[in-house]
């Protein structure tokens, strides 16, 4: 077996851990192999497909990372937390090398997750278009530009308009991503076993504007408003949606991605047991 290590190179505590994660895993007979780091090599692509595990060693901004890389090649994902938060993480430092034998072994829970598949409209100075395709495990926003204006727009479920809303955005996220942004724009926690979407507007300047949830076969359709052409931007993941070319966001379609990503958990209740830990201060 090959293992994917994905650190974040930001965090010295876990660069140094990966070295030692990499020295165990070469006297265990397991092959291991290095993500690039992305601050220095933005445009290099890192393939996992050829592996049996990835462990990402950082937060939780390091295991979306991770999930990017691996898409729906079906790898599963172990994460050890040196962030802040670590809800999405499987366990600490201290249990890093305890953490993989036991994922090498196959003891820990497979947790599958939900993902979106996200296609973005821009339209160029030339009036010609051009679509990008994003990957999310967590979520799609549309935000307000660097000039805070306030944004406007249609938001639409396979076809049915539910409202023109205006505000800072909307925020579309899976399960996973229920306790992200999502739930800092005032959205519910959604157990993992949810495979549909949460909608949630961001500030919305209508009181009846209300977070909802689709069914996992809906697509949600957000479209900016032509009366109002300010500055408007795309996040997947929190990455920005673009193709390097310039363009004006016009509209997304969101839908439930073709594959699920796999995270490793110590068990099916890992999920309450964070979200007691991070959002209800159990244990403190």
């Known amino acids: ?28 007979g397991v092959e291991a192999k290095w993500a690039h780091d992305q601050k220095l090599f933005p445009n ?17 901004g390091t295991l979306l990372r991770a999930a990017r890389i691996v898409g729906y090649a079906g790898v599963p994902i172990l994460g050890i937390s040196y962030g802040h938060l670590g809800f999405l993480t499987c366990a600490g430092p201290e249990d890093l090398l305890s953490s993989v034998e036991d994922a090498l072994a196959g003891e820990l829970h497979m947790s ?7 296609e973005s409209e821009f339209l160029r100075p030339d009036g010609s278009t051009y ?8 979520d799609f926003a549309v935000s307000r530009g660097g000039r805070g204006d306030m944004v406007e727009f249609d938001v639409s479920v396979s076809g049915k308009k539910i409202d023109r809303l205006r505000g800072d955005g909307f925020v ?24 549909g ?37 795309f996040f997947a993941d929190g990455q920005p949606v673009s193709a390097g070319d310039a363009g004006w966001a016009t509209c997304a379609r969101i839908r439930r991605g073709p594959g699920d990503v796999i995270l490793l958990e110590r068990s099916a209740q890992s999920f309450y047991d964070s979200v007691s830990r991070v959002f209800y201060g159990a244990g403190r």
């Not at 140094?16 to 006297?27: I, P, Q, Y």
């Not at 599958?112 to 996200?118: E, F, S, W």
């Not at 919305?204 to 408007?232: C, G, N, Q, W, Y």
């Open 1 to 28: 077996m090959k293992v994917l290590i994905v650190p974040n190179y930001s965090r010295e505590p876990a660069v140094e851990d990966a070295r030692k994660l990499d020295s165990w895993l070469d006297g265990q």
């Open 44 to 60: 290099r692509m890192t393939d996992a497909s050829d592996c049996g595990l990835v462990v990402s060693l950082g937060g939780d």
């Open 112 to 118: 599958h997750r939900a993902t979106l598949d996200v």
């Open 131 to 138: 679509t990008v395709h994003s990957f999310s495990l967590n």
């Open 172 to 195: 579309v996220s899976t399960a996973t991503g229920s306790t992200g942004y999502a739930l800092a724009a005032g959205g519910p926690i959604v157990t993992p076993e949810f495979t």
């Open 197 to 233: 979407m949460v909608c949630v507007p961001i500030a919305p300047h209508k009181i009846m504007a209300r977070a909802f949830l689709t069914a996992p076969s809906d697509v949600v359709e957000v479209v900016m408003s032509p009366e109002r052409p300010v500055e408007r931007r």
